[in-house]
């Protein structure tokens, strides 16, 4: 493969973050890369306890780079220090990496990136440390250039992606791997989705150009806007009034591929958060099932909902507009009442390896072994689903992820077990050929890494 660029950096650095907020930084930084948890929860944890706006788009910011680059910066500190940091001291290699990311990724100057961290060190009650903080970061700044040869002659600490998946993305796509691992390294655009029962994607371009929020129309997904800047969304005009969601373009095609029809009983089985199963009520007037294994998680399906002006009913399936319920979709015996469904949306459980530009800790939590797994599982949600689709309806299967084994391989699969069952032809709007289905690469068309399959049970 060739040499990538270097680390990508912001189009503009975000201001100078305060000692306080460093802190708060590297001790979120800390629980996504030594205890497992995501960045979205950690992230959203910390923010909870910061009531200015500013803080927390600045502590996102900050997070978010330091996770991307972790297994780069990470290695850079091994080289840097003549002796590993004890256990105790997470939160001090946590503040480091965030240091060397303010410096090579978010172009800070280095000299108040070394200052703030050494005041951090003894906010986050380790002052012991502080002359080594002080020193390492002066160090990163001075030896930089050499550090930064020495770490793109590995291909992990050149792309900052973990050894299996760099394999698995070079053997599923041998041509494009170049670009997908840069892509991963990339900020993703924000696109919003124009909620078509609230008003236009014309109307709500105007408002947004009156606002002096510049905005275009994708070229495309006839719902979608990409915005010029990231942004606090819910201050935008509209938001209040459910006129639109966030929603990435790939995400959006999910509606395209699958066209529900008024009147028709549509099931979304991995429902939530809620976007795609709401952007189906936006586009017709269906009986939707939304269904998830997570009850907690069904509670952010419902305030989308509310926002957005569907109706959603709590409880079993059992009539009306919408209906919101928890249950596994691997196991439908516990919540399908008979009826069958016109349109089935399997939105996957997957390894999420199309999103990494928005959910960089995947590449510090994901595992070759869980693939396997993932298909499997895949698999059954699959084979459970099927008896409840009608004679001549349609299931798209569709994931955010990019390896074969979870997308071609999966519906290989299962067609070859189902008699009744087709494959539909999908245009090239989504994507490159894959199997029976179509695969669209992280950044292409400004969109997530996703993959579609379409089926129809044969009447």
């Given amino acids: 493969m060739k040499r990538p660029a270097k680390p990508a950096r912001t189009k503009t650095a975000p201001p100078m973050p305060g000692v306080a907020l ?19 929860a950690a992230l959203a944890s910390t ?19 330091a996770s991307r680059w972790w297994l780069r910066l990470s290695a850079a500190l ?43 060190a003894r906010t986050l009650g380790q002052p012991q440390f502080a002359g080594l903080v002080n020193a390492v970061l002066r160090r990163f700044v ?59 994607r014309e109307e709500l371009l105007a408002q947004f ?30 938001y209040a009034d459910g006129a639109f969601s966030v929603q990435d373009g790939s995400a959006q095609a999910v509606a395209d591929a699958l066209d529900v029809r008024d009147g028709q009983r549509v099931l979304d089985a ?42 959603g009913d709590v409880g079993n399936v059992s009539g009306g507009a919408v209906t919101i319920c928890a249950g596994d979709a691997a196991d439908p015996r516990a919540w399908w009442d008979g009826r069958a469904f016109d349109r089935i949306l399997v939105d996957a459980p997957c390894s999420a390896t199309g999103i990494v530009r928005r959910q960089p800790d995947i590449k510090l939590h994901r595992r070759a072994a869980d693939i396997a797994a993932l298909a499997q599982a895949q698999g059954r949600i699959l084979d459970a689903l099927w008896p409840l689709l009608a004679p001549g309806g349609r299931l798209l ?50 969109m997530d890494g996703f993959y579609y399959g379409l089926l129809e049970k044969i009447a």
């Fill in 22 to 40: 460093r802190a708060e930084a590297a001790q979120t930084l800390a629980r996504i890369a030594f205890d497992g948890v995501s960045l979205r």
């Fill in 47 to 65: 923010q909870a306890r910061l009531p200015d706006p500013r803080d927390r788009a600045l502590l996102a910011a900050n997070v978010f780079a």
């Fill in 78 to 120: 091994d080289r840097l220090m003549e002796k590993p940091l004890p256990p105790k001291a997470r939160e001090i290699r946590a503040l480091l990496v965030l240091g060397c990311a303010q410096v090579a990724v978010l172009d800070m100057p280095d000299y108040a990136v070394v200052a703030a961290s050494v005041e951090a």
């Fill in 142 to 200: 001075r030896e930089r250039a050499a550090l930064e040869a020495q770490l793109d002659a590995d291909a992990v600490t050149r792309h900052a992606h973990p050894r299996w998946l760099i394999g698995a993305i070079a053997r599923d796509w041998p041509d494009a791997a170049d670009a997908i691992l840069a892509a991963n390294n990339r900020e993703a655009p924000l696109t919003l989705r124009v909620n078509r029962r609230r008003t236009t």
């Fill in 209 to 238: 150009a009156q606002a002096d929020v510049e905005a275009i129309a994708h070229e495309t997904l006839a719902d979608a806007i990409v915005l010029a800047q990231s942004t606090d969304v819910t201050r935008l005009p509209g």
């Fill in 270 to 311: 991995c429902a939530a958060p809620g976007g795609k199963a709401s952007h189906l009520l936006e586009r017709a007037d269906v009986q939707l099932v939304a269904l998830d294994s997570d009850e907690s998680r069904l509670v952010r399906v419902r305030e989308n909902f509310a926002r957005l002006g569907v109706q």
């Fill in 397 to 446: 299967y569709a994931t955010c992820s990019i390896l074969r084994e979870e997308n071609e391989a999966v519906l290989a699969g299962f067609l070859a077990a189902h008699d009744d069952a087709r494959a539909l032809p999908l245009d090239a709007r989504f994507g490159h050929v894959a199997g029976v289905g179509r695969q669209r690469l992280p950044g292409e068309g400004g």
